[in-house]
T-cell receptor, first 113, second 120 residues
Framework: AQSVTQLDSQVPVFEEAPVELRCNYS??????LFWYVQYPNQGLQLLLK??????LVESINGFEAEFNKSQTSFHLRKPSVHISDTAEYFC???????????FGKGTRLSVIA | DAGVIQSPRHEVTEMGQEVTLRCKPI?????LFWYRQTMMRGLELLIY????????DSGMPEDRFSAKMPNASFSTLKIQPSEPRDSAVYFC??????????????????FGPGTRLTVL
């Protein structure tokens, strides 16, 4: 069965500093990978996804994630965070659509002014 | 578009009572998902509908839980009788007609704001 491990439950970081949120998955087959963001008292929103092609995917608000098949990882990065990036971030995996999305436990990013 | 609409946003009830959660997906979306979020277990898929038909209900905890989708614009999740361990945030999500695989995972899922259920 697939699983997702988000190694850090909480990540505090100062404003304008870089951040990396780690995600590792377990699967024996090719996968689709996703990052969702949840702002306080809201539902999840898709941030970015990897389906195929370039292993580096970007979002419109400056986040990027790199698919590393050998390390079974899909870490999320941003070179300079803003206060508005404070939220919970979820990594998710699917067996190319043949299984439902399996979510990690989430990483709470707190940006400090 | 108004997005996925869920009601109520908050529900407090006593053990043994029936609880009904409601969801209106985005118009034109034909896949609908119910999730439960808790601190201990994270986000879990309860049931998945495609074209109003339940495709996967393996995540439904037990017979106390039931879900229906009578038409493309409405779904309910019912718990009867409710128990304190059912306390959680319940999310509904919808997506466009699936383009890949059984679960259409390439299609973005749009989540509602959730219903926070507290069972005393």
């Amino acid at each position: 069965a697939q699983s997702v491990t988000q190694l850090d439950s909480q990540v505090p970081v100062f404003e304008e500093a870089p951040v990396e949120l780690r995600c590792n998955y377990s699967s024996s087959v090719s996968v689709y990978l996703f990052w969702y963001v949840q702002y306080p008292n809201q539902g999840l929103q898709l941030l970015l996804k990897y389906l195929s092609g370039s292993t580096l995917v970007e979002s419109i608000n400056g986040f990027e994630a790199e698919f590393n098949k050998s390390q079974t990882s899909f870490h999320l990065r941003k070179p300079s965070v803003h206060i508005s990036d404070t939220a919970e971030y979820f990594c998710a995996v699917s067996d190319q659509g043949n299984t439902p999305l399996v979510f990690g436990k989430g990483t709470r990013l707190s940006v400090i002014a | 578009d108004a997005g996925v609409i869920q009601s109520p946003r908050h529900e407090v009830t006593e053990m043994g009572q029936e609880v009904t959660l409601r969801c209106k997906p985005i118009s034109g979306h034909n896949s609908l998902f119910w999730y439960r979020q808790t601190m201990m277990r994270g986000l879990e898929l309860l049931i998945y509908f495609n074209n109003n038909v339940p495709i996967d209900d393996s995540g439904m905890p037990e017979d106390r839980f039931s879900a229906k989708m009578p038409n493309a614009s409405f779904s309910t999740l019912k718990i009867q009788p409710s128990e304190p361990r059912d306390s959680a945030v319940y999310f509904c999500a919808s997506s466009l007609p699936k383009t890949s695989g059984r679960y259409g995972a390439t299609d973005t899922q749009y989540f509602g704001p959730g219903t926070r259920l507290t069972v005393l």
